[in-house]
C-alpha cells in the first residue's frame, strides 16, 4: 500500500502547494491507509502549465505515435493487474475478484481501444461542391480536464484520459478524493510508458477545491465529467459563461423492463447483477425493476431469492458477492433512502439494514456494509423511485403490456440506461425506440462495444463519450474552404 499518495505534476510525484493532506480510508475496515494530497487551485494552476507547456509537441505528434504510447500503458496496467486491484478493492471497498475481472482489464481495455480507434480515425473530411472545395480540419482541442467518480476509479478514469491522450490533447485529471490510488499509480505508470513530462497530470483532492479549479481553469478549455447530477449542474453554472467545451455523464435511475415472454433464468439473473454490481454503485444498474403481471410474483419471489443469496463480506475473500460500500456516510445516505421508502408505504422484502456483525469476519466488523436490499409497493412517482440511490436498494412493481410498461420507465428525470428481457426482438426493439434513455439493452446488462456513443438524455448528462464521438469531443473543427 502508498502511506501518502502525492499529485502527479510534469513528470513527477508532488506533494499539494499548500502541504495539505486528507486521509484515505478502507471502507470495509474503517481503518485509514494513505495520506491524500488535497490539492487546490496552485496544483491545478502548475498542473495546466505543465500540460500547456507540453501541448504542442504531443499534440504534433503522428497519431500511430500516442497510440503507442497508450498501448504501452495498457500492458503495464496488464502487467499490475494484481496491484492495481489491491489497491481499487481497498480504497472503494469493492471485491477484489471484481476489481481484478472487471474495473482493471477494462480500464487496459479502454487503452487499448482508443489506441486502435485513433489508429483508425480520419479527423480530417473533404468536401466539395459545383463552386467550391472544403477541407475540415479538426484538430487537438487543448489541455482536457478530466474529473471521474469514485465507482469505478480506474476505468471511468481511462475512460476520458485515453480519448482526449489519443486525439492529441494533454490532461489535467482528478479521480475522486475516495478512490485515488489507482490514477496515482496510472501517472507513475505514464512515466515508465514512456508520456513526456506534462503530458497527463493527475492532481488529486476534494472536488470543492481540485475539481472546481479545474473547471474555473482558463487555460483548460474542455471539461469532461463523471458524477452526480447536482455538481454537473454547478459545472455548468461555471463552465457555461466561460464558452467551455462541456461533457457531462451524470446519475441515473435507470429501469430493468421484464416481459412475460422472457427467458425466465436469464431475466432473473440479469435483473440481481444489473440491481446488485458493485454493491449498485455503478450509474448503469437498474434500480427499478418492472415486472409484467402475470410473471410478477414468481418473479419476485425467485428475485427476491437469489438476492438473500448474494453473499456479502471482506472483499478481499474470493467468493464475497457484495463488499462494503464506499464511506460511512454514503452508507448514511443509503440508509436514509431505505428509511424514506418505509415511510412511503414500500414493503421491505429482503435486506433493509446493515449485515449481522457476527455475520461478518472480524477484520471487516467496522466496514460500510449494506445488506441487498428490495422494496415493493411504490408507486413510481414517490421519491424512492425518483431519486438516484446508488446502494444496494432496487423497488419492485407490476405493469400490464407495452404502453404502461414504456410510460413507467420514462417516468423518471434521469435518461441514462434502461434493459429490457423479452424473447420477442421486435418487440425488444420497439420498446428500445420508445423508451427515453440513451443506452437500452435487450437482454443484456453492461454488454460493452466501446465504438457506441455513452450517455445519457435529461438529467443523466449532456454529450456522449465513446468511439469516435469521444475523440472529436477533444478536437476543435476548422472549415477551410475555397
Ligand atoms: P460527485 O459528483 O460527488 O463527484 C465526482 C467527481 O467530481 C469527484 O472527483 C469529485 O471530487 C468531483 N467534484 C465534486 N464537486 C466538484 C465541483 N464543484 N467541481 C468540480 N469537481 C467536483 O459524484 P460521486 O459521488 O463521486 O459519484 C457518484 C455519482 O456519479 C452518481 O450520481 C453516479 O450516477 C454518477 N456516475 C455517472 C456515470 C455516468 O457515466 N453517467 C458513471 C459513474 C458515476
Not at 454547478?234 to 430493468?256: C, D, H, S, W, Y
Request: proline residues 7%; contains cysteine.
Amino acid at each position: 500500500m502508498m502511506n501518502r499518495v502525492p499529485n502527479w505534476i510534469d513528470g513527477r510525484p508532488q506533494p499539494a502547494a499548500r502541504g495539505c493532506e486528507m486521509p484515505v480510508v478502507d471502507p470495509a475496515t474503517g481503518e485509514q491507509v494513505a495520506m491524500l494530497a488535497a490539492s487546490g487551485a496552485e496544483d491545478v494552476a502548475e498542473a495546466q502549465t505543465a500540460a500547456g507547456r507540453a501541448f504542442p509537441a504531443w499534440s504534433a505528434r503522428r497519431a500511430p505515435e500516442r497510440a503507442e504510447l497508450l498501448e504501452r500503458l495498457a500492458g503495464l496496467v496488464e502487467r499490475d493487474l494484481d496491484r492495481l486491484a489491491r489497491l481499487e478493492s481497498v480504497d472503494s471497498g469493492k471485491p477484489l475478484a471484481l476489481a481484478r475481472s472487471v474495473d482493471i482489464p477494462r480500464a487496459a481495455a479502454n487503452l487499448r481501444f482508443f489506441a486502435e480507434a485513433v489508429r483508425a480515425w480520419k479527423p480530417d473530411e473533404e468536401l466539395r461542391t459545383a463552386n467550391s472545395q472544403s477541407l475540415v480540419l479538426r484538430r487537438p482541442a487543448g489541455v482536457a480536464g478530466c474529473i471521474s467518480p469514485w465507482n469505478l476509479p480506474l476505468y471511468l478514469f481511462t475512460w476520458k484520459i485515453a480519448p482526449a491522450l489519443a486525439a492529441g490533447c494533454t490532461v489535467v485529471a482528478k479521480p475522486s478524493e475516495e478512490t485515488p490510488m489507482t490514477a496515482a499509480a496510472l501517472g507513475e505508470l505514464s512515466a515508465e510508458a514512456g508520456f513526456p513530462a506534462g503530458v497527463l497530470n493527475v492532481v488529486q483532492g476534494r472536488g470543492a477545491d481540485a475539481g472546481a479549479a479545474i473547471v474555473a481553469d482558463p487555460g483548460i478549455p474542455v471539461i469532461t465529467f463523471t458524477g452526480g447530477t447536482a455538481t454537473g449542474a454547478r459545472i455548468m453554472q461555471v463552465a457555461g459563461p466561460m464558452f467551455k467545451r462541456v461533457a457531462l455523464e451524470l446519475g441515473g435511475k435507470n429501469p430493468t423492463v421484464v416481459f412475460g415472454d422472457a427467458d425466465f433464468d436469464a431475466a432473473v439473473a440479469g435483473a440481481v447483477r444489473a440491481g446488485f454490481q458493485n454493491q449498485g454503485q455503478i450509474c448503469l444498474c437498474g434500480s427499478r425493476v418492472l415486472v409484467e403481471r402475470g410473471t410478477y410474483a414468481r418473479f419476485r419471489d425467485a428475485f427476491v431469492e437469489r438476492v438473500r443469496a448474494l453473499r456479502v463480506g471482506d472483499p478481499m475473500e474470493a467468493g464475497t458477492d457484495q463488499g462494503s460500500l464506499v464511506s460511512q456516510a454514503h452508507r448514511a445516505k443509503v440508509a436514509a433512502a431505505v428509511e424514506r421508502a418505509r415511510a412511503e408505504g414500500g414493503r421491505v422484502l429482503c435486506g433493509g439494514g446493515p449485515p449481522e456483525p457476527a455475520s461478518l469476519p472480524a477484520r471487516v466488523r467496522g466496514g460500510a456494509f449494506w445488506m441487498p436490499t428490495v422494496v415493493e409497493g411504490l408507486p413510481m412517482g414517490c421519491a424512492t423511485n425518483q431519486e438516484e440511490i446508488f446502494g444496494p436498494v432496487v423497488t419492485v412493481a407490476p405493469f400490464d403490456g407495452e404502453d404502461e410498461a414504456v410510460a413507467l420507465a420514462n417516468h423518471s428525470r434521469y435518461g441514462l440506461a434502461a434493459n429490457v428481457w423479452t424473447r420477442d426482438h421486435a418487440r425488444g426493439l420497439r420498446m428500445a425506440e420508445r423508451l427515453d434513455f440513451g443506452i437500452v439493452w435487450i437482454n443484456a446488462w453492461l454488454l460493452r462495444d466501446l465504438r457506441v456513443p455513452f450517455g445519457g438524455t435529461k438529467q443523466s448528462g449532456v454529450g456522449r463519450e465513446g468511439g469516435d464521438e469521444a475523440l472529436r469531443f477533444f478536437t476543435e473543427p476548422k472549415a477551410v474552404t475555397w
